[in-house]
DNA sequence: CATGGGATTGACT
DNA sequence: GTCAATCCCATGC
């Protein structure tokens, strides 16, 4: 698969996630086109980056096109695009996939039958794909993980934008991205 | 060194 | 609708 190169996210965050939607995301031969982000920026006191530049916040203060993954309340691992400039804290939250390649895959490390239930939340994408902490800083440009441009049929597609979801501040901001009627966003 | 909170999920009432 | 699981990391003593 042909992979967005840095530049694509050397810019704003809110334009890249806007424009992360209907891009193909693939790890290890298991792909799902992304139908929802969220945007995060150091400015704001919901981003992880707001607190400035720590060991935890390293990845996200790097150079843009590089994996930020975290653990989230013990378990979940989430997946972020770390974009704008180097020193700048910014990235890209995946929220959810509509699966495409390795559903049987997804389906086992998952434990679970519908194709809805399989990336439909950010916790739930990273177990489908089989991505996890160790995966933090990885470039997508060479590494492991790939992200790759909107197919023909998704070029087209209806996007809409609202507030971001399970945060206890900025929360009015409208930075959340998502395919108008997917079957596959959260909630 | 101890503590507290969190960009979630799945099970249960 | 409610709620617990579970662990990394930042902060404070």
């Known amino acids: 698969m042909r992979r967005l190169a840095q530049g694509f996210y050397a810019r704003p965050v809110v334009e890249v996630a806007r424009e992360l939607i209907g891009c193909v995301i693939e790890h290890d031969h298991v792909s799902g086109v992304i139908v929802e982000t969220e945007a995060y920026h150091d ?19 790097g150079p843009p096109g590089r994996l ?8 979940h691992a989430l997946m972020n695009a770390v ?5 700048v804290g910014a990235a890209v939250l995946i929220r959810a996939l509509e699966p495409v390649d390795g559903i049987e895959i997804m ?16 916790g ?3 177990q489908a794909l089989g ?20 197919p023909r049929a998704w070029r087209q597609v209806q996007i809409l ?10 929360v009015t901001l409208p930075w959340r991205f998502w395919v108008a009627n997917s079957r596959f966003v959260s909630r």
Do not use: M
């Open 43 to 61: 400015s704001e006191p919901a981003s992880h980056a707001f607190i400035g530049l720590t060991l935890r916040t390293a990845t996200l203060f």
């Open 68 to 75: 930020y993954v975290y653990r989230s309340y013990g378990i």
């Open 83 to 87: 974009t704008e400039a180097e020193g």
């Open 107 to 122: 389906r086992r490390r998952r434990g679970l039958e519908r194709v809805e239930d399989l990336c439909s939340g950010p």
């Open 124 to 126: 739930k994408l990273s």
């Open 131 to 150: 991505v996890g902490l160790s995966y933090n800083g990885v470039d997508l440009a060479s590494g492991p993980v790939a992200i790759g441009p909107r």
């Open 161 to 170: 934008a609202g507030p971001r979801i399970g945060i206890t501040k900025a």
